[in-house]
C-alpha cells in the first residue's frame, strides 16, 4: 500500500506514521526526518533547508521533489510506502503523482489527521525528542536519556518554540489545506481521502487509522 499522511504540525503523523509503516512492512519516508538528518550532517541540501525549517517556513518545493524522486526509486519502496508531511503544496501533489506515475504505481489513500490548534499547540510546547534516534516524548525534560534507545538526550525541536509553532500552523492553513482539496477534487479517479479523528490516546488514533483503510 502507497498511503500519504497529511495534517497540521503535532497531529501524530510521526507518531502514527512509524507504527501504519511497521504494521504494514512497508518503510516511512519522513521528509522532515530526511531534512533534519540533512542538517545534522551538514550537507550542502541541510544548509539550505535549515533558515526554513528553523522558522517554521516550508522548505522549497525543488528540494521536496528531490527527496521524493530518490526514495521512491530505492528498491525498498517498491511494494509499498508511507509517505509521511511528503506533501504540502499543490507543486508537491502534481510532482508526487507525476513520480508516481514515471513508477507505474500509484497512490492508494490520503490520511487526513485532524486535531484543533490549542491541542496540536499543548502537544509541541511540551515535546522533547531523542537527538539520537528522533523519538518524541510529550511531558519529558530536556537533558535527560531517551528511555527508547539508551543513547540519545532529550532535547527541544527549534520549530517547537511558540513563534515558529505560530508558522508552521500558518503554512499548514496557507499551503497545504488547498492540498487536501486537491486530493478530494481528484478522489474519483485517484486515491481515497480518509480524515482520522487525531485526538485521544495514541492507540486509540492508531485503531481509528488501522479501520479506516481496512485492517
Ligand atoms: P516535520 O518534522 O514533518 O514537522 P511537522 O509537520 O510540523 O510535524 P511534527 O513532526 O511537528 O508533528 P507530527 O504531526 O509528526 O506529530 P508527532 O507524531 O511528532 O517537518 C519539519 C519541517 O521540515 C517543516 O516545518 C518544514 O520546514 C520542513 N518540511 C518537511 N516536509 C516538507 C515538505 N513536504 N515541504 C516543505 N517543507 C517540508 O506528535 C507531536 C507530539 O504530540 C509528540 O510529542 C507526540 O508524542 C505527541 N502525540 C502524538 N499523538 C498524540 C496523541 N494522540 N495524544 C497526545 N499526544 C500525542
Known amino acids: 500500500m502507497r498511503l500519504l499522511l497529511l495534517g497540521p504540525p503535532g497531529a501524530g503523523k510521526g507518531t502514527q506514521g512509524q507504527r501504519l509503516a511497521a504494521k504494514l512492512g512497508v518503510p516511512q519516508l ?92 499543548r502537544r509541541l510546547g511540551g515535546r522533547t525528542v531523542c537527538d539520537h534516534c528522533g523519538t518524541p516524548y510529550t511531558g519529558r525534560e530536556a537533558g535527560t536519556r531517551c528511555e527508547k534507545c539508551g543513547v540519545g538526550t532529550l532535547v527541544r525541536r527549534k520549530d517547537d518554540e511558540p513563534e515558529a509553532i505560530r508558522n508552521r500552523l500558518v503554512a499548514f492553513q496557507k499551503q497545504t489545506a488547498p492540498v487536501l482539496e486537491w486530493y478530494r477534487a481528484r478522489e474519483a479517479q485517484g486515491a481515497r481521502v480518509v480524515h482520522i479523528d487525531a485526538v485521544g490516546a495514541v492507540d486509540e488514533v492508531t485503531r481509528r487509522m488501522m479501520k479506516s483503510i481496512g485492517k
Open 30 to 121: 519522513s521528509t522532515g526526518d530526511v531534512l533534519r538528518a540533512a542538517v545534522k550532517e551538514g550537507t550542502p541540501q541541510g544548509l539550505a533547508a535549515k533558515g526554513y525549517m528553523d522558522r517554521g517556513d516550508l522548505v522549497p518545493d525543488p528540494v521536496i521533489l528531490g527527496i521524493m524522486k530518490e526514495t521512491l526509486a530505492k528498491p525498498e519502496s517498491a511494494k509499498g510506502v508511507v509517505l509521511d508531511g511528503v506533501v504540502r503544496t499543490v507543486p508537491q501533489a502534481e510532482g508526487l503523482a507525476r513520480v508516481l506515475a514515471e513508477l507505474g504505481k500509484k497512490l492508494d489513500a490520503v490520511l487526513v489527521f485532524n486535531a484543533p490548534d490549542e491541542e496540536l499547540v
